[in-house]
């Protein structure tokens, strides 16, 4: 399957100011990818879709005003939260959907903590 | 969001033992995968399943991809200490959007 980067791995931010997250697929061109929200020791929720030169897809419920998506290119999508709460830390996944077998490869995940 | 009920929860299993989970749903799926997830990690793609009744496996590792097209089953034999994790099936909705609906995991623990 693809690989795909993620970064930072983890971070610590104050409340009120904005953290970007990257997601790179590194050999496979991304027309899609995916962005998950875990809480711990919970499942794994999809937040949006990352479109490549078009706006992202938000799932019900997901501020897209809060959780800024971009996807610029073939192999970048980035996932900006955006005056961030102490109820916005989690753990952020994004993944890519690989041809032929449609399924996803994950991305080793971001630790965001707001404090 | 929707999620797909993962059983058991949680197992604590002795080294060597067989373990089985299964994932249902009321809404056909048509794919079904499973991850392993390991802490403060990513997923990891184990097994795909594309065809109702489909057997597959993977080394120690057999699912099955129920023929209702509702459920799925994991089964892990001969487990070993790097089996611990939380598994997740994922179900690819029908509605042809291509997103995949998760499970709410089974966390295994195996005692050595």
């Known amino acids: 399957g693809a690989v795909v980067s993620q970064h930072p791995s983890w971070v610590i931010c104050k409340s009120g100011t904005s953290v970007k997250i990257e997601c790179r697929s590194l050999?496979?061109?991304?027309?899609?990818m995916f962005w998950y929200r875990q809480f711990p020791k919970k499942s794994l929720m999809l937040m949006a879709t990352s479109n490549e030169g078009s706006k992202a897809t938000y799932e019900q419920g997901v501020e897209k005003d809060k959780f800024l998506i971009n996807h610029a290119s073939l192999t970048l999508s980035t996932l900006t939260v955006t005056s961030a709460h102490p109820e916005d830390s989690s753990f952020y996944i994004c993944s890519v959907r690989d041809h032929p077998s449609y399924g996803y490869t994950f991305g080793s995940g971001t630790r965001l903590t707001v404090v | 969001g929707q999620q797909l009920n993962q059983s058991p929860q949680s197992m604590f299993i002795q080294e060597g033992e067989d373990v089985s989970m299964n994932c249902t749903s009321s809404s056909i799926f048509n794919t079904w995968l499973w991850y392993k997830q390991d802490p403060g990690e990513g997923p990891v793609l184990l097994i795909a399943l594309y065809k109702a009744g489909e057997l597959t496996s993977n080394g120690r590792l057999t699912a099955q991809f129920g023929i209702t097209r509702k459920d799925s089953f994991l089964n892990i034999s001969a487990s070993i200490p790097s089996d611990v994790g939380i598994y997740f099936c994922?179900?690819?909705?029908?509605?042809?959007?291509?997103?995949?609906?998760f499970g709410t995991g089974t966390r295994l623990k195996v005692l050595a």
């Open positions: 994922a179900g690819l909705s029908t509605s042809g959007t291509y997103k995949y609906i």
């Open positions: 050999d496979f061109q991304a027309t899609t």
